[in-house]
């Protein structure tokens, strides 16, 4: 599966963004999706994740109450509506897939993924 985000810019602190994540074929029932983020100078880090049903998500505790991850599954697309952003929220966000037919969990971490974007760029100015 080939991923390709987008939704990445410049916002003030307190704003909003959201980003999506288009895969190149159906993802549903097949791929967990999980967004990850890098910044400068630092290890890329778990953000959120989704099952391959929607049914379940994780998030990082440094984002919880704050993003949220959603999935499309007719448009194969899934979604990080980020609120409240932050200076600290700065990093590049890949997405990533996870193909599993594994029930009852999200992969976390990010070795369980074998599909990335290219990443796109949020920038939280204070």
């Known amino acids: 599966v080939q991923l390709q985000a987008s939704g990445g810019g410049l916002v003030q602190a307190g704003g909003s963004l959201r980003l999506s994540c288009a895969a190149s074929?159906?993802?549903?029932?097949?791929?967990?999706m999980g967004w990850f983020r890098q910044a400068p100078g630092k290890k890329r880090e778990f953000v959120a994740a989704i099952s391959r049903s929607g049914s379940s998500t994780s998030y990082a505790d440094s984002v919880e109450g704050q993003f949220t991850i959603s999935r499309d599954n007719v448009k194969n697309t899934v979604y990080l509506q980020m609120n409240s952003l932050k200076p600290e929220d700065t990093a590049v966000y890949y997405c990533?897939?996870?193909?599993?037919?594994?029930?009852?969990?999200?992969?976390?971490?990010?070795?369980?993924?074998?599909?990335w974007g290219q990443g796109t760029q949020v920038t939280v100015s204070s």
């Open positions: 990533a897939a996870r193909r599993t037919d594994r029930l009852g969990y999200v992969g976390v971490r990010e070795y369980e993924y074998g599909y």
């Open positions: 074929e159906r993802t549903v029932n097949i791929y967990d």
